[in-house]
């Protein structure tokens, strides 16, 4: 039988929204977990779920972090979880997927489709076992998930973009 794990080392989770019009904040959730149903030369049949420990949120800036966490945005004291459930895969290409499935933020829960592109496998040299990589991309409206916290510059515009663009390059370890 075979299993798939996350590599955690050697994996990440970041975003990065627009800051006072004119700039990106970025950060990363440093928790996270994937489990991964499925085999990866048949990515249509595939099952994935995403669980993100939002208290793992870094931003490096320490009163960012702790407002993100705060009510006004992620409440992780009531919500201290993010997850992704697919529902499909879409083949558009040899490495190129669409992955569609149920995002659920701060007890909300929308449809999302993500871009993925998938790396491909290698045998680690050093483990002696088969590893596979894919990139995922996707962009969300924060606001639909209730992160509406916000204020308004006095040059015009806001503080925080609505669009959250999100980034994961994963790794996994497939052992037989």
Do not use: C
Request: aromatic share 8%; net charge negative.
């Amino acid at each position: 039988m075979t299993t798939v794990k996350l590599d955690k080392v050697h994996s990440g989770l970041n975003f990065q929204v627009k800051h006072m019009m004119v700039s990106k904040a970025k950060g990363e959730f440093q928790e996270f977990d994937v489990d991964f149903k499925g085999d990866f030369d048949n990515l249509e049949n595939a099952q994935v779920t995403v669980t993100v420990d939002v208290a793992s949120i870094e931003t490096n800036n320490e009163d960012r972090n702790g407002h993100l966490k705060s009510g006004d945005f992620f409440d992780v004291e009531s919500y201290p979880n993010i997850t992704f459930v697919s529902k499909s895969v879409k083949k558009i290409s040899e490495e190129d997927y669409e992955l569609t499935g149920d995002l659920t933020i701060k007890g909300v829960t929308n449809e999302e489709t993500l871009k993925v592109e998938y790396n491909g496998k290698a045998k680690d040299p050093m483990a002696g076992h088969m590893v596979a990589g894919v990139d995922i991309e996707g962009k969300i409206n924060r606001e639909k998930y209730g992160l509406t916290w916000n204020a308004p510059l006095e040059t015009g515009g806001v503080l925080i973009g609505k669009d959250v663009k999100i980034h994961g390059g994963l790794e996994f370890v497939i052992e037989e």
